[in-house]
């Protein structure tokens, strides 16, 4: 019998990462289960002073994280569900992986931009990594995908 007590949850604030909350709150609500809200702050390397950029300071990178991560769950979307939120600084797959084993989590659930073949083979992909190397079943959500279609405002008229 598959039994789940905590679920992570990465995201970073996209479209697929929305579609993948709102399956994780599903299964953390039908297990009964804590989901881990996780954020991954990656360090800005290109944005730093040596290549003639502005690098935010930690503690404004922390105090969005912090901020965006207690906002992007709807009060009436959490009911039922505890929610622990955390960031943490470092690489996406690796920070996800250690919070993965940190916290015992018994599922993984993310978003994968589905970018193809050769931005995939340029820029790497965290959902990739995380499912190759991650301690428990991960399931990988796409936009639109798996019959799952975000809500619409009703139109003018409609009930």
Known sequence: MIDLHDILCPTDFSEPSRVATAYALEFARTFDARLHLLYVIEDPLLYSPMFGGYAPKAEDLEAYAKTALENWILSEDAVGVEIDFRFVHGRAYT??????A?????????????RGFL?????????????????????????????????????????
């Open 95 to 100: 920070g996800i992986l250690h919070q993965a």
């Open 102 to 114: 940190e916290n015992g989590v018994d599922l993984i659930v993310m978003g994968t931009h589905g």
């Open 119 to 159: 931005p995939h083979l340029l820029l790497g992909s965290v959902a990739e990594r995380v499912v190759r190397h991650a301690p428990c079943p991960v399931l990988t959500v796409r936009p639109g995908g798996f019959g799952y279609e975000p809500l619409q405002p009703a139109a003018e008229g409609e009930a």
